[in-house]
Every structure is written in structure tokens, then in C-alpha cells.
């Protein structure tokens, strides 16, 4: 049995399905981005110029990240593992050709979703609907503009029930899905990064979080009408 997706405390949990797409993330940047980004840039400089030790330390800044970000994907901690190996190892040999026109913390993620999304692909899992046709009918949809536009309360319910199931229906997501509310909801990243590292528009972004939270939502909703006792 896959071990429980780690997803986010209880108020975000509450955040996640009571509102829209929007909630619970603040988009603006802060001064720590700044610092992290003037770091990554001395240790990417120091790692072109043949110092290894300072591409050590990007792992060992980015591996707890990247960790959460690879298992929330996967829920394989073996995978996992192996999969961040596999991650680093890539950065490294095309560390030279990086030439900073994203920032490291972007150009790594995006190594890092891509290569899970390649990897969940070949391990077979099944897609439900097709991607396009959810991103080309999604954003035009009455609901989901009045959703990213607002929020509405949601009732109680016991959390430790609640976070069990909400496990289970992240599992019935698509890949891409999954990944999008990975970064979002649990990892805290704002629509223009997550829109950077998946190379898509923030529309495509926003519209697949909305598609996402809905199909949590249902499966939710339909477990308080019918619990399990």
C-alpha cells in the first residue's frame, strides 16, 4: 500500500476546498526570494567554474523541496529517491549551459516535474480525461470564473477523515493535476512560477487548479453524503 501524500495542515486543507483556486497563496515576492536568488547565483557561477562542492549544496539546500514536491507526484518514497538521484545528476551535467535567464530555483523544478511527469507516464498510469479538452473548455466555464473570483464556506467535517480522504482523491487525479495542486496548495508556489515551470500560460494554470479542486470537492462531497461507518 502507497504510503499517505503528504498534504497540507488543517486550515489549509479548509483553504483548499472552500475556495477557489486563488486562496491561501500569496503571490507577491518577498525579500527572501530576492537572497535565494543572489545565493543560487554564486553557487551556480562557483559550480560552472568546476567547484563541486558548491553544486553540493545545492542539493543539500533543494533536496527537502524537491523531495515533498517528487513525492506528492509519486507517493513511492523508493521512487522518490531515486527519481531525485536522477534529478540531480541531469542539473549537474547541464549545469554549464544554464545561463540564468530563469532563476536556478526555477530551472530546477522544472527539471524535476518534467522528469516525474516522464516517469509517471512510463510507469502506466491512466489519464481520465484528456488535458487539452479540459484546458480549452475549463476557463470559459460560468463556475469558474465565479470561483476564482470568490469564496464560499464549507462545512465541517472531521479533519483526520477528511485528510484520509483527500489523499485518496488526489490519487484519482490526472498527473498533471496532481502535480499543478502539489505546487500550489501544498508547496505554496504562485501561479506565475508554477506557469514558468510547466511552460504554460497562468490561465492554463489557474484553469487546471480549478478543474482539480472541483474533482476533490465531488469526491468529497460525495463521501459526507455517503460515509463510510
Partial sequence: MNPAIALPPARR?????????????????NPMDEAR??????????????????????????TP???????????????????????FSKAYKAIRGFRGKSSFYTWIHSIAVNMTLNFLKKRGRRFQLSLDDVDASIQNDKEFLEAT???SPVREADLSELQKRLNEAMMKLSDEHRAVVTMF????????????????????????LFYANRQLQNYLDEFRKNPVT
Avoid: C, W
Fill in 13 to 29: 486543507l479548509t483553504d483548499l476546498l472552500s475556495s477557489g483556486p486563488d486562496a491561501g497563496v500569496k503571490s507577491k515576492r
Fill in 37 to 62: 536568488k543572489d545565493e543560487d547565483q554564486q553557487l551556480v557561477a562557483r559550480t560552472q567554474e568546476g567547484d563541486a562542492s558548491a553544486f553540493d549544496q545545492l542539493v543539500v539546500k533543494y
Fill in 65 to 87: 523541496r524537491l523531495y515533498g514536491l517528487v513525492y506528492n507526484m509519486t507517493s513511492n518514497h523508493e521512487d522518490t529517491n531515486d527519481l531525485l538521484q536522477d534529478i
Fill in 149 to 151: 473570483a470568490s469564496t
Fill in 185 to 208: 496548495h501544498i508547496q505554496g508556489m504562485p501561479h506565475a512560477e508554477i506557469s514558468k515551470i510547466l511552460r504554460v500560460s497562468e490561465g492554463t494554470v489557474r484553469s487546471r
